[in-house]
């Protein structure tokens, strides 16, 4: 390794490998900025002030006492089982859309149509479709009235109003808000299979179902993981809007889920410390699910 | 607000030829498929006829369960200031997203091309902001954007959107530039162009059905949303429309004809722009998840 | 227009990959030359080099007397045809062609009557409003050339220009490119692989190998005096003979063992190669075209069998190995040394009318005034300089 001392007044020019670096990390800045300064930093504060009396103005450090305090919260340990009991909506939030990615594939008569409906209700807001799903189940809505078209006229059900039910009628409106985007996902998968192979396997013999059991369903298991990632997020962290509007997290506590305990310990009881808190544990939760699923874009590439 | 990515649209489906129908299938077969698929379009139109059949009603006809009128339409800017919601939601929207491609144009320009020491960690560190729910940070959030003295107008809400969705875009402008040949940057390059040059009049002219992608999900996102809106955005006459319809929603006082007839109003354009762009999609995400 | 140098110029990736080593070449104003080698020879980084696409990690490389190793390309004034052509998918022919000019601020006016003539030398006026897309693999070709022609810069650069087209079309282009260059004498680099390529367009071509130059002359200099074994069998197609014999200088002759064959060389050799007295291993170099069938009566002959017959129409090509008296002599040296083949048999060109058939014994003769001796161990011709 010699080093060249230049003799010519070298305030050198940079060379052109530099000039590409210094430009490329002049055009990341901005959204390196914008993502540290709105993204990064409120997570390194929230780990602080989850360690405080905090009402938003001041904030007081006390240590771990918060979290003894927020784990004898019985309402984190409601908002974490509702959350939980929702899960059990993720089975029907991914196997609806399948099926209906399914029958479209068939591509009877009109299938265009039919996938252009199914997917529209994906660009109204999940606010206009809680307030739908609100006239849906309430006392005088659709749902009483197929009950008494079925002859049932004598039963009446009013889910959002009652603790045991309301949270089964978030879920179920859950589901539905979900379908067109799994649906899309699984009929863009489907549209990727070969369909020679499933030549190949009807003359092999195979039926219907083993064809679907041994053919579409491993080369769609890449989407299933996929959607099945989006729908559990989903689950944590979109279901505001549609809480807000429905049941306000109630009655009493039946339908506060994580995210909105956080809004409402902050913004309804002023707690900041409590609500930040709260927000590290939905950050881990999701963390754990958003592993998984940059695990699934990695294997992709 | 989903941080998560984004669907694949309906027009990224069927990019291969058409096959003819499956043989094989029975004419009753047929049938019951087909009817099958008409009992799911009718559960999929649902909220539609909600919407339209109820706000074609008057608050007492609602109640009655029957009749027809004008009225929810005719009094729905005295309960709802709807003209001055959907404008805010236009400024808060086009702001956000004009920021989100400016940001996100050369941040992916960077790390597709312009490979700088620690990019590749940059770009994942970035990549896994998507992943972080608003709801996560909120506390810190607020009182932040508070203390900057942004919650006034409408600047807050633009940036905090911005923020979230500035994640997606840089991920799929870095993927979509890294399927621009190279050759193409160092043609121009050698012809001329500074590396500005070379993003501003090659990359982004051919990057078009990208960010067609890019602005119609944050689009249908931020039109969509009620969190940021309703938190960022603390003057009431400055409410974009989706919040407006939540608080009145909550409020449980407002005549539920109204409400549909402003809903109506509020789903159009993210109804309008989804099926308008349908075609720019399908180039846009096949290129960013379907690879 | 201006003339061209690398000034010993290396280019490292990373610790110690040399892409290029030492490179030192000449560019005289208006010249074609061509840089050939196998790939992975530092060809196309020494282009790169040239454009300002890449780093120079030391020497100095300068376009018309001025140093531009930290020249950004923009100021290079260089003009590139890249080997996928690269042209913008957005913009029409006449836009892609323009572009340099637009970028320069050249008038609109002006900018029209130079496109204009420029599709007119490139027979493009027509297409002038499609977008590449629309145009065949030629066309696109010719596109790419308007780029580089239209302003008139002081260097082409070409990076393997023909290789993505079909070969009646590479022929065609070729003598295009070739008469383009000479009407307009600009300074050309061309980078190509294809040896053809090399013979037929430059007026110097250049060998790399593993990032060092082996020569550069003109095509004829460096077909008949290769400078060492790898040139010899780089250029020319088939490649020439290269035969590991023993050489004995004798008293009016020179003495080749070629296996427990002997011919004889004339003496000549002697004093234009460095052939000690004392004998030495040497490689043999002979081109098919110098391998000439005889009759058993003719002196200096080999005997050889017929393994394999390829006719080409204009020409047959034949694999000869040579019949040894004692069965387990081995006549050749079989090693390929790295990109060099020292084969074991003789293939000869021979005329389209000549009756020979697989199995067949033939004299030949190795034609006496145009053998290459190269050293055994290093390659390098045993030419006088």
Redesign the interface.
Do not use: C
């Given at each position: 390794m010699s080093v060249?001392v230049s003799n010519a007044p070298r305030v050198?020019?940079?060379?052109?490998?530099r000039?590409r670096q210094v430009a490329g990390f002049l055009f990341a800045l901005p959204a390196i900025a914008l993502v540290i300064g709105f993204i990064g930093i409120p997570i390194g504060q929230a780990v602080y002030y989850s360690f405080t009396q905090w009402n938003g103005l001041t904030s007081t450090w006390i240590g771990p006492h918060t979290w003894n305090q927020a784990f004898h919260n019985s309402n984190l340990w409601t908002a974490l089982r509702n959350n939980a009991l929702l899960l059990l909506a993720v089975p029907f939030a991914l196997g609806l859309p399948l099926g209906i990615a399914v029958l479209l594939h068939q591509r009877v008569a009109g299938w265009r149509i039919f996938r252009s409906i199914y997917f529209l209700p994906t660009a109204i807001s999940w606010v206009v479709l809680g307030l739908v799903a609100e006239r849906f189940f309430a006392y005088q809505g659709t749902l009483n009235s197929i009950i008494h078209a079925l002859g049932f006229s004598h039963v009446n059900t009013n889910m959002l109003g009652y603790e045991s039910t309301a949270l089964t009628a978030l879920g179920i409106t859950f589901v539905f808000t979900m379908i067109g985007t799994n649906t899309m996902l699984f009929l863009t998968g489907l549209a990727t299979l070969d369909p020679s192979l499933e030549e190949a396997a009807r003359i092999d013999g195979a039926g219907r179902w083993r064809i679907f059991r041994s053919i579409t369903l491993p080369h769609l298991s890449r989407f299933i993981q996929l959607a099945f990632v989006m729908t559990v997020i989903a689950l944590f962290s979109a279901l505001f809007s549609l809480i807000f509007v429905m049941t306000g997290g109630g009655p009493g506590y039946a339908t506060t889920t994580m995210e909105f305990l956080i809004y409402q310990t902050g913004f309804n009881q002023g707690d900041f410390g409590t609500a930040a808190l709260y927000g590290l544990i939905l950050f881990v939760l999701t963390g754990i699910v958003g592993v998984v699923q940059l695990r699934l874009i990695g294997s992709n590439e | 607000m989903t941080s998560t990515l984004t669907p694949p649209t309906e027009a990224s489906v069927p990019v291969g030829p058409t096959r003819p129908p499956r043989a094989g299938r029975s004419k009753v077969g047929r049938w019951v498929l087909f009817f099958a698929m008409m009992v799911i379009a009718v559960i999929m139109l649902y909220p539609f006829w909600v919407m339209i059949v109820t706000s074609l009603k008057s608050e007492a006809q609602f109640l009655a369960g029957q009749g027809f009128s004008w009225m929810s339409w005719k009094g729905l800017t005295a309960t709802i200031p709807i003209g001055q919601e959907v404008l805010s939601s236009t400024i808060v929207c086009s702001a956000s997203i004009l920021i989100i491609l400016l940001v996100g144009l050369p941040a992916g320009f960077a790390f597709s091309k312009l490979h700088f020491r620690t990019s590749t960690a940059v770009f994942l560190v970035i990549v896994s902001a998507m992943m972080v729910p608003l709801q996560a940070i909120l506390m810190p959030e607020f009182v932040n954007v508070t203390r900057l003295g942004l919650t006034g107008g409408y600047w807050g809400a633009i940036l905090v959107y911005a923020a979230l969705g500035t994640p997606f875009s840089v991920f799929l402008f870095t993927t979509y530039f890294r399927g621009v040949?190279d050759?193409?940057i160092?043609?121009?390059?050698?012809?001329?162009?500074?590396y500005f040059?070379a993003l501003w009049r090659?990359t982004v002219?051919?990057a078009v059905p990208a960010i067609a992608t890019v602005t119609v999900l944050q689009f249908i996102q931020i039109w969509d949303d009620l969190l940021v809106g309703l938190l960022f955005i603390q003057n009431t006459s400055e409410r974009p429309v989706t919040v407006g319809l939540a608080v009145l929603a909550a409020g449980r006082t407002t005549s539920i004809p109204e409400l549909m007839a402003g809903s109506i109003i509020s789903a159009l354009p993210a109804m309008l722009v989804y099926l308008a762009f349908q075609r720019y999609l399908v180039k846009g995400l096949t290129m960013g998840i379907d690879r | 227009m201006a003339e061209i140098t690398f000034d010993a110029v290396t280019k490292t990736f990373g610790d110690n990959i040399r892409a290029v080593d030492e490179l030192s070449l000449h560019v005289a104003d208006g010249e074609f030359m061509v840089l050939v080698g196998p790939s992975g020879c530092g060809k196309t980084t020494a282009l790169r080099m040239l454009?300002?696409?890449?780093?120079i990690t030391?020497g100095s490389l300068s376009i018309g007397g001025a140093v531009v190793n930290?020249v950004?390309?923009?100021d290079r004034d260089?003009?590139?045809v890249?080997?996928?052509y690269?042209l913008?998918?957005?913009m029409s022919v006449e836009k892609n062609i323009g572009?340099?000019l637009k970028?320069?601020g050249d008038s609109k006016s002006e900018i029209k009557r130079k496109v204009g003539e420029a599709a007119s030398i490139l027979h493009l006026t027509d297409y002038l409003d499609r977008r590449p897309k629309a145009l065949s693999g030629g066309q696109r070709q010719r596109v790419a050339m308007g780029?580089a022609i239209v302003r008139s810069p002081q260097a082409f650069?070409m990076d393997e220009p023909l290789s993505n087209l079909d070969a009646q079309l590479r022929v065609e282009m070729r003598l295009e490119i070739a008469r383009i260059q000479r009407l307009l004498g600009v300074a050309t680099v061309y980078v190509t692989h294809d040896q053809v390529e090399a013979m037929t367009m430059g007026d110097r071509v250049a060998v790399l190998r593993g990032g060092k130059l082996q020569q550069v002359d003109t095509p004829q200099d460096l077909y008949d005096h290769p400078v060492n074994e790898f040139v010899a069998g780089f250029m020319g197609s088939p490649p020439m003979n290269l035969i590991r014999c023993h050489v004995r200088p004798g008293n009016d002759r020179v003495e080749v063992d070629f296996g427990d064959q002997t011919i004889e060389l004339p003496w000549h050799y002697t004093s234009s190669h460095e052939l000690p007295a004392s004998g030495l291993d040497v490689v043999v170099g002979v081109r098919p075209e110098d391998v000439i069938i005889t009759d058993a009566s003719s002196p200096n002959t080999i005997k050889t069998r017929v393994e394999r017959r390829e006719a080409l129409g204009a020409e047959i090509l034949v694999h000869l190995s040579p019949v040894d008296s004692s069965p387990n002599a081995t006549p050749t040296d079989q090693v390929a040394a790295g990109d060099i083949a020292r084969r074991a048999s003789l293939v000869a060109k021979m005329g389209p009318r000549v009756d020979v058939a697989v199995g067949d014994v033939l004299m030949v003769q190795l034609s006496p005034e145009h053998a290459h001796f190269f050293h055994a161990e290093t390659g390098v011709s045993l030419r006088k300089r």
């Open positions: 060249i050198r020019r940079m060379t052109l490998k000039r | 040949p050759e193409l160092e043609a121009g390059i050698v012809d001329g162009l500074s040059g090659l002219p051919i | 454009a300002g696409l890449e780093d030391s930290n950004l390309p923009k260089v003009a590139m890249f080997q996928n690269a913008y998918p957005h572009f340099a970028i320069r780029r650069l």
